[in-house]
């Protein structure tokens, strides 16, 4: 059975002044589909990211959604934007909101729903990510783990077709990392399409369907999980899990 492509990226190219950061990528997401990134920083994954949310303008290339390129002038940019959930290292909640108004701020004002569809479905996914219980806290009253929750159920809320995660357990302390990566795996059963820069390779080797392995702006090697990290072909990727597997 062919795999549904959700997003296809043609060549994708970025440079920041003379330094290019991103040079001729391609790569696809399928629907359903659980795509980790991985590789030293300074190799391009939150930048390729980034362009994929066009939070980052690509200077050349295609990035294909449901068959069409968004990155024609003509294209519904902010319509694309509803449809990929991000989450990002440091959180990014409204500090001025409860944890129940941080999910339903984006529903009433990008999707228009009423404030009582809003409630429904924040509450929905405040309760996936075990945080229901915390809707009047704010922000700053909860651990970092608690605060990605909540930005995930944020994310959620908006109901994408996509959820990107850029390094989301990287600014934890190390005994939170377990419950943001619990919520993670369960959210990758659940079917759920998920493209996810992390450093936790554990997670990668156990919930991806498929890793890409970013090197100097180039994916050098692409697979299964058991193919990369058991078998990989490239020496880059072989040096790369050498180093972070002996650290870990």
């Known amino acids: 059975m062919e795999m549904e492509k ?7 190219s970025k440079s920041f002044g003379s330094h290019e950061v ?63 959930g991000m989450v990002f290292q440091h959180f990014n909640l409204f500090n001025n909101h409860n944890v129940l108004s941080n999910c339903m701020v984006g529903q009433l004002k990008v999707l228009g729903r009423s ?14 990510v075990g945080m229901e219980q915390y809707i009047n806290a704010k922000p700053k009253q909860l651990s970092g783990g608690q605060k990605q929750r909540v930005a995930i159920a944020r994310a959620l809320s908006m109901e994408p077709d996509v959820l990107l995660f850029d390094e989301p357990t990287s600014a934890l302390d190390p005994e939170m990392v377990g419950e943001v990566l619990k919520v ?13 820069v992390t450093h936790e390779m ?20 692409e697979g299964s999980p058991e193919q990369i990290f058991n078998n990989p072909t490239e020496d880059r990727t072989r040096e790369f899990l050498s180093r972070v597997l002996t650290n870990s």
């Open 6 to 12: 959700v997003i296809e990226i043609q060549h994708l």
């Open 22 to 84: 991103l040079k001729d990528i391609d790569f696809t997401v399928n629907k359903g589909e659980v795509v980790c990134i991985i590789g030293s920083s300074g190799s391009g994954k939150s930048t390729l990211l980034r362009c994929i949310n066009l939070l980052e303008k690509p200077n050349g290339g295609s990035i294909i959604y449901n068959g069409e390129n968004i990155l024609d002038s003509k294209h519904d940019i902010y319509g694309y934007r509803t449809k990929l």
């Open 115 to 128: 404030k009582e569809q809003a409630q429904t479905v924040a509450m929905k996914y405040l309760k996936v």
């Open 184 to 196: 993670m795996k369960e959210l990758a059963q659940s079917g759920l399409t998920m493209l996810v």
């Open 202 to 221: 554990g997670f990668a080797k156990e919930v991806a369907d498929r890793v890409v392995f970013m090197d100097k702006g180039v994916i050098a090697e």
